[in-house]
């Protein structure tokens, strides 16, 4: 978790005041709101207490590397397609050698995927774009477009 944070300080420079503000507001937000909460149904000041500081504690923060943990097979790319309306996407498991050295997908978090999805134009765009944003900077990928032609193409 914290080489994900790492990798991406440099965008601390461009939200800073938000997420400073946010960081120190939230956590009071969610403790106060915890708090009345834990009272309203009848908890010990201890059991109120509980509730508030997990109310607190930035679940924001633990969530994704949590889920990792419970879920390992859930990618991100796939939620990542799914919210950009994607309709269908297939994905290898693929192994290989480059700039980066061999990638021999000797377990589950060291191997490569080869991601592909026929879409029209203006998704292709959105698709890139995202791409670009989020995991170009961050990761070794190699992004490639292509025309292709479907034989049911009501299906896409």
Known sequence: ?????AVRLPDVRRVGPFLIGFGVVMPLVGA??????????????????????MAASGSHIAVPAAFRVA????????SMAAALG???LTV???RGRGTHGDRPAAWEGDS???ME??????????????IEAQW?????LIVYVTDVQVVRPRKF
């Open 112 to 114: 490569n995927i080869r």
């Open 136 to 140: 170009l900077p961050h990761y070794a």
């Open 92 to 94: 290898h498991d693929v």
């Open 1 to 5: 978790m914290g080489i994900a944070t």
């Open 32 to 53: 106060v709101i915890g708090a009345l909460l834990g009272r309203a149904i009848g908890l010990s000041a201890g059991g109120a207490t509980l509730i508030a500081v």
């Open 71 to 78: 879920v390992p097979e859930a990618n991100p790319g796939l």
């Open 117 to 130: 999805i026929v879409c029209d134009e203006a998704l292709a765009e959105r698709i890139l774009g995202r």
């Open 86 to 88: 994607v309709r269908g």
